[in-house]
């Protein structure tokens, strides 16, 4: 390596280049700070408000998840939570999967996987949100 | 290109046991069960709305004392995940990142989620009370 600088025939670029992107080698590291920053309300307000998540009446649930700002607000929180949980898992595989079939495997699995489980829970989320809109309004 | 005699990085059987890198590890681990957890919220979430047997079968579920102890755990990773990022952040800012600061939010940090997690958890059982009575 120590030769390279000099007696190379390669030109810089050339040396640096498919060892990784020159901008983008903190990105995944301020999303993770920055969907963090975002649950901190987020995953507070369900936290506080958990006896009303998971309320054991269908009706009264059903009420408090089809509240407009709630229903939103669970959008939110589903998108940040769970790219923030994508981020941390691909951490977590870069630490301790090593081989190359392995780790790109389950990297891309992540990236289906958290993808799809967001994909779901909005469906759903939305789905409560119109169909209990009325009934929300109604009784609120 | 491999090089045998690198420094190794922090080891569990060389370091005596802190505060600080048990949290560390809990960190990371209770990041993993909720990342377990989403899968469930989700299934809970399309199920739930449906109405029906699949609605009652998260509570008959959560009334058995496996399912209490989920439910708790799950909590407990929730509220412990939510305290130990906030630390995490003020490190990000340089403010707290000293052994003698790190430990004492570390301990704030564990307190603080046993009083919060059993905090929520009572006002949570408490809609049980009332939906049964």
Not at chain 2, 13 to 18: F, L, M
Not at chain 2, 67 to 73: A, H, R, V
Not at chain 2, 74 to 92: E, K, M, P, T
Request: a positive charge; charged letters at 10%; glycine letters at 8%.
């Amino acid at each position: 390596m120590s030769s390279s600088s000099n007696g190379s025939f390669k030109t810089p670029l050339g040396r640096v280049r498919g060892l990784g992107a020159a901008k983008g080698g903190t990105h995944h590291w301020w999303m993770q700070r920055v969907t963090g920053i975002a649950l901190i309300p987020l995953a507070g307000f369900f936290l506080f408000n958990l006896d009303k998540l998971i309320h054991p009446v269908y009706s009264s649930m059903m009420m408090f998840l089809a509240e407009p700002p709630v229903t939103i607000a669970l959008i939110l929180f589903i998108l940040c939570a769970y790219y923030h949980a994508f981020l941390g898992i691909q951490v977590i595989i870069e630490d301790y999967v090593h081989g190359t079939l392995a780790k790109n495997s389950l990297l891309m699995f992540n990236k289906f996987f958290f993808l799809a489980l967001t994909v779901c829970a909005i469906y759903a989320t939305l789905l409560i949100g119109f169909n209990f809109a009325d009934y929300a309004s109604a009784q609120g | 290109m491999s090089n045998n005699n690198r420094p190794l990085s922090p080891h569990l059987q060389i370091y005596r046991w802190e505060i600080t890198m048990f949290l560390s590890i809990m960190h990371r681990l209770s990041g993993v069960a909720l990342a377990v957890g989403a899968l469930f919220f989700t299934v809970w979430l399309m199920t739930t709305l449906r109405g029906g047997p699949a609605f009652t079968l998260f509570y008959t579920f959560a009334k058995t004392p496996v399912g209490i102890l989920i439910c708790f755990l799950w909590l407990l990773a929730f509220v412990f995940h939510y305290l130990n990022g906030i630390r995490h952040l003020f490190w990000d800012f340089g403010s707290g990142i000293n052994p003698r600061a790190a430990k004492l939010s570390g301990w704030f940090v564990l307190i603080g989620s046993f009083v919060a997690t059993t905090i929520i958890w009572n006002m949570a059982r408490g809609v049980y009370a009332v939906a049964a009575g």
